[in-house]
């Protein structure tokens, strides 16, 4: 079945600095990532939606600048946090979707972010 | 305006009972309805899904129904495990190429022993 990698799984990193997150399509290629939010006990938000080789749609409220997505390929996202603060700590999750009639949708395992 | 709500929004249950989780869905165009478990700190896996045209299908213990005319759904859990306990989301999906879904806020479903 489609697998989608996500790492890390949890980062700590201090204020101010900067975390990227990977979100890779291990067999099969997505065409299609998207990036998502969760807070405790809370439903997912979606933050943006990116598609190979193009940029990012961001959905509202969501600062593009401070969270930088990059779909070089059609195996990979990154979603990059800027200049991390206390209140961008959340559960991170990625999904994609592939081509070829795959209309499953697969999620990554999430990332937890903690920022100090 | 496309909604999905889900109830009871948590459930607790003694460990080898059967539940059955709703969800409602106001979304239109309709392409296909997935049901997730997600547990705590990890992303959501995979059910079931279901377009427009069945009525029902199973994975193991799970047992996902639709009713396209009602625009109902629900999910049957025979035989509780303890590993159970998770969150249940229920996401429509609004066209073909799959990239407009529109998810629910979740049952919480809590086996106890």
């Known amino acids: 079945g489609a697998v989608v990698s996500q790492h890390p799984s949890w980062v700590i990193c201090k204020s101010g600095t900067s975390v990227k997150i990977e979100c890779r399509s291990l067999d099969f290629q997505a065409t299609t990532m998207f990036w998502y939010r969760q807070f405790p006990k809370q439903s997912l938000m979606l933050m943006a939606t990116s598609n190979e080789g193009s940029k990012a749609t961001y959905e509202q409220g969501v600062e593009k600048d401070k969270f930088l997505i990059n779909h070089a390929s059609l195996t990979l996202s990154t979603l990059t946090v800027t200049s991390a603060h206390p209140e961008d700590s959340s559960f991170y999750i990625c999904s994609a979707y592939g081509q070829g009639g795959n209309y499953g949708y697969t999620f990554g395992s999430g990332t937890r972010l903690t920022v100090v | 305006k496309n909604q999905v709500e889900q109830s009871p929004q948590s459930l607790i249950i003694l460990e080898g009972k059967n539940c059955t989780l709703q969800?409602?869905?106001?979304?239109?165009?309709?392409?296909?309805l997935r049901w997730y478990k997600q547990d705590t700190g990890r992303g959501p896996v995979s059910l079931t899904i279901m377009t427009f045209s069945e009525n029902t299908k199973s994975n193991g213990r799970y047992t996902a129904t639709l009713d396209a005319d009602t625009k109902q759904s629900s999910l049957h859990i025979t035989a509780s495990q303890l590993s159970d306990s998770a969150s249940y989301i229920c996401?429509?999906?609004?066209?073909?190429?799959?990239?407009?879904?529109?998810f629910g806020k979740g049952t919480t479903l809590s086996v106890s022993s």
């Open positions: 969800c409602n869905y106001t979304v239109s165009p309709f392409s296909n």
């Open positions: 996401v429509v999906t609004l066209d073909q190429a799959g990239t407009a879904l529109i």
